[in-house]
């Protein structure tokens, strides 16, 4: 099985960047922590950040036929990305849209998701374990349709 696990504008400063919402917990050590679970999990996993929109929509584009699920942290493009949610309803691969901070307790305009129509599940505010938490629900969700871990 397969994850390919996407994040946008901003992750990547991680650590430094609103601890208050975020934490102090480095992008670096994000992506460490997946790799471990997905280790222990036997998930290979595939990670990605960018800042640009366009290289999310290739991503998500690129991962057709070749991953199982996807969990994606659009970030700020969560509130303002067509694009990326028609690319991940193209695609038709189970995604997981996830957040480190709680986003209904924010700011109002980040209480809207464009891609969570695409989406089987969200999870938000549990900060970096709500990725794995995302990887455990896309494994449990292959495993319902018969898919091999």
Same mark, same amino acid.
């Given at each position: 099985?397969?994850?390919?696990?996407? &994040?946008?504008? &901003?992750? &990547?400063?991680?650590?430094?960047? =609103?601890? #208050?919402?975020?934490?102090?917990?480095?992008?670096? %050590?994000?992506? #460490?922590?997946?790799?471990? +679970?997905? =280790?222990?999990?036997?998930?290979?996993?595939?990670?990605?950040?960018?800042?640009? #929109?366009?290289?999310?929509?290739? @991503?998500?584009?690129?991962?057709?036929?070749? *991953?199982?699920?996807?969990?994606?942290?659009?970030?700020?493009?969560? +509130?303002?990305?067509? @694009?990326?949610?028609? @690319?991940?309803?193209? *695609?038709?691969?189970?995604?997981?849209?996830? +957040?480190? %901070?709680? *986003?209904? =307790?924010?700011?109002?305009?980040?209480?809207?998701?464009?891609?969570? %129509?695409?989406?089987?599940? *969200?999870?938000?505010?549990?900060?970096?374990?709500?990725?794995?938490?995302?990887?455990?629900?896309?494994? =449990? +969700?292959?495993?319902?349709?018969?898919?091999?871990?």
């Amino acid at each position: 099985m397969k994850i390919l696990v996407l &994040n946008g504008p &901003n992750l &990547n400063f991680l650590g430094i960047r =609103e601890p #208050e919402h975020y934490g102090t917990g480095t992008y670096e %050590s994000l992506c #460490e922590t997946i790799r471990r +679970h997905a =280790e222990t999990c036997g998930i290979e996993v595939e990670i990605f950040q960018s800042n640009h #929109e366009g290289a999310l929509v290739d @991503a998500i584009q690129g991962a057709y036929g070749r *991953v199982d699920g996807i969990v994606i942290n659009p970030a700020a493009y969560t +509130h303002t990305s067509v @694009a990326i949610l028609d @690319a991940v309803k193209a *695609v038709s691969i189970p995604t997981v849209e996830v +957040h480190i %901070s709680k *986003v209904s =307790e924010r700011e109002p305009f980040r209480r809207i998701s464009y891609i969570r %129509s695409a989406c089987f599940d *969200v999870i938000t505010g549990k900060g970096f374990d709500g990725y794995l938490e995302a990887m455990d629900r896309i494994r =449990e +969700h292959l495993l319902e349709k018969g898919k091999k871990a």
